[in-house]
DNA sequence: ACAGTAAATTTACGCCGTATATTTAGGGAG
DNA sequence: CTCCCTAAATATACGGCGTAAATTTACTGT
């Protein structure tokens, strides 16, 4: 009805990543459309594309956007401390994990982390080809850390979830211990983390003993 | 209009299956839709909820039907020779690897695989929490490997695929030397990939030293 | 011969991203 | 003060997706 609105109520970019990683962080990725982003603004889904090219731009300013929250201390920080900081705004947004990787490079901030971390390896005697593989590496196994945390399903409705974490269960408990003693042994492992500092620990440590070794 | 035609010209949820696979290699994941698959035995889409549940039912079948074509030796295989039976089938298909790790657990041979590399962890003196993290890790980041292999864009589509590695390309090729110094220095393998091999051997060694020492 | 089941069809719905064309508020130049 | 350009939205429409529901018909077993 009435197309330019008076100034004072134009969209601004910026409040629209907000929105949308609201909507990420609490209803998940697949909540994120064109249509609810607008609807949260009252305004069409056409009215985005003057802000983003096209849904794919919107995501990956919403990778950049989180990766506004890295906190990498000034000095020097060695490989476990990016590496730590990365974890933590990734686990403060694990919907926008899934999505991190192809994106990464494209952000101020992930290609400055990306420096770091193959300068770092790079010093701990890599070859140029190795660092620039063992960062990839790196980043892709920190990123599925998250992405597959036990009890994490990529899926934000709580009924769907559950009912995903049940069939989980069934399956696993339904195993032959003879067959399966292993599986057997350490299903609970696999339907919740007893322990997230723990996990993460022991993941992060595995990653940088095999960089540090190879 | 024929609703149930003569036996001989049923539909087959193997050959359902084998089509799904053919379009995935050929044409990518999101080329794998249900009017498709459909539409290659001239046939309506809901057809195939006679022999799927759902979608997901479909792709969990297709990871399934992909771990056909795992080649364990017999006997006793270590770590690192389950993880490289692993890894051919997955280049074989690297379409299916992205939705390869929610369902591994949920096929039989992905149990069998998480067993046996289970208890390879164990054997090599990890807790039992330990050595399920560890298999978790382990597979995902194989399959990282996979999926971001340099060159690989997850499009199927050749014109599209151009596309993003041109705009890699330039992103990559742009950047200050004076700030970015290892990102230049490696900028090539970001773009593809100088030996196939090596960066395999590479990865997994990595992957499995980490765990060695964990 | 006939009932019951197996395996498809038809139709329809509500999502999605986005191409295209149109509308209008506001700011700068004459 | 007016005119015009452009910024920023709206309206409309399209084709694609997965799938719910009801219907139809070929075959199988009694």
Same mark, same amino acid.
């Given at each position: 009805? !009435?197309?330019?609105?008076?100034? $004072?109520?134009? +969209?601004?970019?910026? &409040? @629209? +990543?907000?929105? *949308? ?20 603004? $009252? ?23 989180? =990766?506004?929250?890295? &906190? @990498?201390?000034?000095? &020097? ?6 590496? !730590? ?14 999505? !991190? ?13 990306? &420096? ?49 974490? *049940? ?6 408990? $339904? ?11 350490? *299903?609970?492992?696999?339907?919740? =983390? ?10 992060? !440590?595995?990653? @940088?003993?095999?960089?540090? +070794? $190879?």
């Amino acid at each position: 009805m !009435t197309p330019r609105p008076p100034a $004072s109520e134009r +969209l601004d970019r910026g &409040e @629209l +990543l907000s929105t *949308a990683l609201a909507i990420a962080d609490t209803d998940g990725l697949d909540a994120v459309t064109l249509r609810r982003v607008a609807a949260d603004w $009252s305004v069409t889904p056409m009215a985005l594309y003057w802000h983003f090219q096209h849904k794919d731009a919107l995501l990956d300013a919403l990778v950049e956007r989180m =990766l506004d929250e890295l &906190e @990498l201390p000034g000095d &020097e920080p060695d490989l476990r401390t990016v590496m !730590t900081a990365l974890l933590r705004v990734l686990r403060a947004h694990p919907a926008l994990a899934e999505i !991190t990787p192809i994106r990464l490079m494209r952000t101020d901030a992930g290609l400055d982390m990306g &420096e770091r971390v193959v300068g770092l390896l790079r010093a701990e005697g890599h070859s140029p080809v190795a660092a620039a593989q063992l960062s990839v590496l790196l980043l892709n196994a920190l990123i599925a850390l998250v992405i597959r945390q036990p009890g994490e399903t990529a899926v934000a409705d709580p009924v769907q979830r559950d009912a995903l974490l *049940a069939a989980k269960r069934a399956r696993l408990k $339904s195993l032959d211990p003879q067959a399966f003693p292993h599986l057997t042994e350490t *299903a609970d492992f696999f339907l919740g =983390l007893p322990d997230e500092q723990e996990y993460y620990e022991r993941g992060l !440590t595995m990653l @940088l003993n095999g960089v540090r +070794l $190879s």
